[in-house]
């Protein structure tokens, strides 16, 4: 009689479960919903993985504000600056075929001094770049391998911090646009065509670097706040073609016109599917990208007060009582979130087209309360 009892109290739970989980889903769109409109957010598109596998997508707000065009969870954004864990992993590949070292000396590499002027004799690596230890900045800019190379910027000195290399930490978007460069010189391959053929096709995603060889109809209009005049204003910029720079190309130089330190053009959803590849370190559906040791050197912690390894970051801030490995990104008025727990198999992709918000514990609130909604609604509620 106990045993029937127990059986009827599980088949009714599984009876129950699905309802269970349609409500928490109500309850995470409705305070999604509530986080964009207390935050002016002009869209935005997330993505969970539970258990290693994709419970939810979905997209809210609109793609075009101007034309009234709803956002769908098939739209690209481009990411910014998570587009970094995409030429960090294309380094790890590279190094497990012994086509270069992370002790690698970067004048080397790049073919042109890179050497800090007041301690010359250290070597900068390229251990030293991917954990942006390298004591290089962007005061010159980074668009251009020009503001680095001693014979192209007469004021090339200006981008070494006064410490030296190796001993500080500093984000630096030069540092990832020359380790895409170095992709270039090493494989062979355009930069954007490496990523494609090594990381995304392998994985089954769509994306990538290079504008003209994607969809345009798919990309997301990116917006800026204007505090001035308290509204969202269009950044066209974000998804300049660059036709000129690519006609005139220069294999292992021109290589930052593709933005490897934030230009990857891609949906939360295949976001998610790249995410659970690093989340099992390197593995995805029986495909390996990256060795498991190289997908470890990368979510290590290379500075300590920072948490960052080769672009990929921990956090203790995002989600209370969880170590979060991943990264974020802002460009043109958009923030990205790419963040999950290894051990415990969950993760969350969070992107937002524009929003009026601030921050805390070091991210945009609209993110910040996003990963958390999600988290709380899907993730730890209504389990199995």
């Known amino acids: 009689m106990q045993s029937r009892h127990k059986n009827f109290i599980a088949f009714f739970a599984s009876l129950l479960f699905p309802f269970i989980v349609f409500c928490q889903v109500e309850k995470a769109e409705a305070e999604i919903r509530d986080i964009m409109e207390q935050h002016e957010a002009a869209g935005l598109s997330v993505a969970v993985v539970k258990n290693n596998s994709i419970i939810y997508t979905h997209s809210f707000g609109m793609k075009d504000l101007e034309s009234n065009q709803p956002l769908t969870d098939d739209c690209i954004f481009r990411i910014a600056s998570i587009s970094k864990s995409f030429s960090a992993t294309s380094i790890m590949q590279l190094v497990q075929r012994k086509k270069l070292s992370l002790d690698d000396d970067m004048s080397n590499l790049m073919g042109f001094p ?13 251990r030293m770049v991917l954990s942006h230890r390298s004591g290089i900045n962007d005061s010159q800019g980074y668009f251009t391998l020009d503001v680095i190379n001693p014979a192209k910027n007469p004021d090339w000195a200006k981008c070494y911090n006064d410490y030296e290399p190796g001993t500080g930490y500093m984000y630096c978007n ?26 995304l096709d392998p994985i089954g995603v769509y994306g990538g670097y290079c504008v003209d060889l994607l969809d345009s109809s798919r ?8 505090d001035s005049l308290k509204k969202l204003i269009a950044s066209p910029g974000a998804y300049n073609p660059r036709r000129a720079e690519i006609a ?3 294999m292992g130089y021109s290589t930052p016109v593709f933005s490897p330190t934030g230009g990857m053009k891609i949906s939360a959803t295949d976001l998610a599917k790249y995410m659970i590849m690093h989340m099992n370190y390197g593995n ?35 989600i209370p009582g969880k170590i979060m490995k991943g990264h974020t990104g802002s460009a043109y008025g958009l923030y990205s979130a790419m963040f999950f727990e290894p051990k415990e198999k ?15 514990d070091g991210f945009n609130d609209v993110i910040k309360k996003t990963v958390n909604c999600l988290y709380n609604d899907l993730i730890i509620t209504g389990k199995k």
């Not at 030069?174 to 990523?195: A, C, H, P, W």
């Not at 969950?346 to 805390?360: K, N, Q, W």
């Open 248 to 250: 005139g190309y220069v």
């Open 219 to 226: 990309f997301v209009t990116l917006y800026e706040y204007d």
């Open 114 to 126: 890179v050497r800090h002027p007041k301690y010359p004799q250290t070597i900068i690596t390229l």
């Open 284 to 318: 995805y559906n029986g495909k390996r990208i990256i060795k498991k040791k190289s997908a470890k050197k990368m979510q290590a912690v290379y500075s300590d007060s920072e948490g960052y390894g080769f672009a990929i970051m921990t956090s203790a801030n995002l």
């Open 346 to 360: 969950f993760g969350i992709v969070v992107i937002t087209s524009g929003c009026h918000a601030g921050y805390t």
């Open 174 to 199: 030069l540092n990832f646009n020359m380790v895409g460069t170095i992709i270039e010189k090493v494989s062979g391959e355009r930069f954007d065509q490496y990523v494609k053929h090594h990381i």
